[in-house]
T-cell receptor, first 109, second 115 residues
Framework: GQNIDQPTEMTATEGAIVQINCTYQ??????LFWYQQHAGEAPTFLSYNVLDGLEEKGRFSSFLSRSKGYSYLLLKELQMKDSASYLCAVMDSNYQLIWGAGTKLIIKP | DVKVTQSSRYLVKRTGEKVFLECVQD?????MFWYRQDPGLGLRLIYFSYDVKMKEKGDIPEGYSVSREKKERFSLILESASTNQTSMYLC??????????????FGAGSRLTVL
């Protein structure tokens, strides 16, 4: 079956760095997405990786290793507004999105 | 700057009632999706539509139907609501479902409680 695994909850300190991991097993691969979802709000797109390596976008970076079925989202210089859930999703060979359950990130002052 | 609008943020219905959830997007996107989001689970696709009057079943279509009479509007219908349909329902749209870089724009969600 298809599966996406990510930690349920993580806690980090304001100003620090946090890495949220995502591992996947899917039928084919057409890219991996990260979305951010604040409590009670819509998920919003953060990043898309289809080739191996690191994609940097301001304070956020996303890494992909297709051979290992692994990705991470790196958040630097954490701010209180980064408290949210982070959703990992993989597009399979049929261009269907398979979603992880999300990682709730708690930022403490 | 609202792009995907869901008509109701919170609904409370009784078992057996018919429920309509409306979603409208203003980005002229071809594709629209209905997901449900439950604690501890990833988003699960109920139905999607890639064109007006077209619909495709997702992973959990049982107990739901959809309607897409206009490009900008995609409705989710629960013919006879049951308590196990208590959930957060998310509507989304995208420009190109057949592409890897298929970015979804989501609505804020409709939280349905069935008593």
């Amino acid at each position: 079956g298809q599966n996406i695994d990510q930690p349920t909850e993580m806690t980090a300190t304001e100003g620090a760095i946090v890495q949220i991991n995502c591992t996947y097993q899917t039928s084919g691969f057409n890219g991996l997405f990260w979305y951010q979802q604040h409590a009670g709000e819509a998920p919003t797109f953060l990043s898309y990786n289809v080739l191996d390596g690191l994609e940097e976008k301001g304070r956020f970076s996303s890494f992909l290793s297709r051979s290992k079925g692994y990705s991470y989202l790196l958040l630097k210089e954490l701010q209180m507004k980064d408290s949210a859930s982070y959703l990992c999703a993989v597009m399979d060979s049929n261009y269907q999105l398979i979603w992880g359950a999300g990682t709730k990130l708690i930022i403490k002052p | 700057d609202v792009k995907v609008t869901q008509s109701s943020r919170y609904l409370v219905k009784r078992t057996g009632e018919k429920v309509f959830l409306e979603c409208v997007q203003d980005m002229d996107h071809e594709n629209m999706f209905w997901y449900r989001q439950d604690p501890g689970l990833g988003l699960r696709l109920i139905y999607f539509s890639y064109d007006v009057k077209m619909k495709e079943k997702g992973d959990i279509p049982e107990g739901y139907s959809v309607s897409r009479e206009k490009k900008e509007r995609f409705s989710l219908i629960l013919e006879s609501a049951s308590t196990n349909q208590t959930s957060m329902y998310l509507c989304a749209s995208s420009r190109d479902a057949g592409s890897g870089a298929n970015v979804l724009t989501f609505g804020a969600g409709s939280r349905l409680t069935v008593l």
